[in-house]
């Protein structure tokens, strides 16, 4: 496994810019593939965004193409959610997860690391 730290979280209004990052260490960054997920209060954990350790393809939820951008810097480790154009429906805690295959899932429950979260609060 690998040890994630999320940060970038913060509260803004809608249409506003967010930038979240992922630190990950313990383990080469460039054997992982990568993903965010989000949690509002009182619902199932979701898929946001994840990037493959490969080829670098990456995919989306279709709530959030168009708006935001998954990347990843290997040289830092750093994984990386850039988030525009924010609604207040995407409210909730972002969490970054690894996994040692290319393959990006949209279940949680097939990704092995996960970070502690960074709490997103977009305001009306």
């Known amino acids: 496994q690998v040890q994630l730290v999320e940060s970038g979280g913060g509260s803004v209004q809608a249409g506003g810019s967010l930038r979240l990052s992922c630190v990950a260490s313990g383990r080469p960054f460039n054997s992982f593939a990568m993903a965010w997920f989000r949690q509002a209060p009182g619902e199932d954990r979701e898929f946001v965004a994840g990037?493959?350790?490969?080829?670098?393809?990456?995919t989306e939820a279709d709530s959030v193409k168009g708006r935001f951008a998954i990347s990843r810097d290997n040289a830092k480790s750093t994984a990386f959610l850039q988030m525009n154009t924010l609604k207040p429906e995407d409210t909730g805690v972002y969490y970054c997860?690894?996994?040692?295959?290319?393959?990006?899932?949209?279940?949680?429950?097939?990704?092995?690391?996960w970070g502690q979260g960074t709490q997103v609060t977009v305001s009306s």
């Open positions: 990037i493959s350790f490969m080829s670098g393809d990456t």
């Open positions: 997860a690894a996994r040692q295959v290319s393959i990006i899932y949209a279940t949680p429950r097939l990704w092995s690391s």
